[in-house]
């Protein structure tokens, strides 16, 4: 599986520090099984609500949106949790209709199951 995060920005000015359009990109463990590939995210701040998993033309992305608590009586504000943001290309070994995922604790795993693989068959020939 091969990393294809696409920037969303691509101008050559210096971006603004607020910039609504920035981005970060979520760490991630990916791992084999012997039947699956396991693609682990860290989301701090993220609720299942706020996330965003799809496949389209063999790659996997994940958008996720961290929901922020403190907005009621905030007299000055210096940090800011940004919206989460990354991509992969998909080989044709995984079984993009079987793909699932699951959140917990800030953690989201996706299971990414293999293709079954093709056993050998005999072919028998009728005689006609």
Known sequence: MKENTI?????????????????????VDIF?????????????????EGIEVGVDKNVLTLKATP???LTEGLSSQEFRLLPYFRQF?????????KIRAEM????????LPKV?????????????
Do not use: F
Request: glycine share 4%; no cysteine.
């Open 7 to 27: 920037p969303a920005n691509t101008e050559q000015k210096a971006p603004d520090t607020r910039e609504d359009s920035r981005t970060i990109t979520p760490p």
């Open 32 to 48: 084999e099984t012997g039947d699956a590939l396991v693609v682990v995210a860290d989301l701090p701040g993220v609720e299942k």
């Open 67 to 69: 929901r922020h608590q």
């Open 89 to 97: 290309q998909l080989s044709d070994e995984v079984d993009q209709e």
């Open 104 to 111: 917990k604790y800030g953690v989201l795993t996706i299971h």
């Open 116 to 128: 079954a693989a093709k056993q050998p068959r005999k072919i028998e020939v009728a005689v006609s």
